[in-house]
């Protein structure tokens, strides 16, 4: 009876450390953590705010359109 006791006594104890060890280990900070770097590539800019395309404007402007007949 006694032996049955103390293996008990050990095992309660046993589960007792195991499991303050993981409610201790959450509060704990843990950094891992991968780092890298990220090269940023712009887009190159257009600074022209139109375009010119040759004989647009006279075709618009007189209302004839070249689908239009």
């Known amino acids: 009876m006694n032996r ?7 095992a ?4 007792a450390t195991t499991a303050v060890a993981l409610i201790a280990s959450l509060f704990t900070g843990c950094h891992v953590y991968e780092h ?7 887009c190159p ?3 022209a705010d139109t375009i010119d395309i040759p004989g647009w404007d006279k075709e618009i402007a007189a ?4 689908r239009n007949g």
């Open 4 to 10: 049955l006791k103390i293996k008990y006594a050990v």
């Open 12 to 15: 309660y104890g046993f589960l």
């Open 36 to 42: 890298e770097e990220v090269e940023i590539i712009r």
């Open 45 to 47: 800019v257009i600074e």
């Open 63 to 66: 209302g004839r359109h070249p």
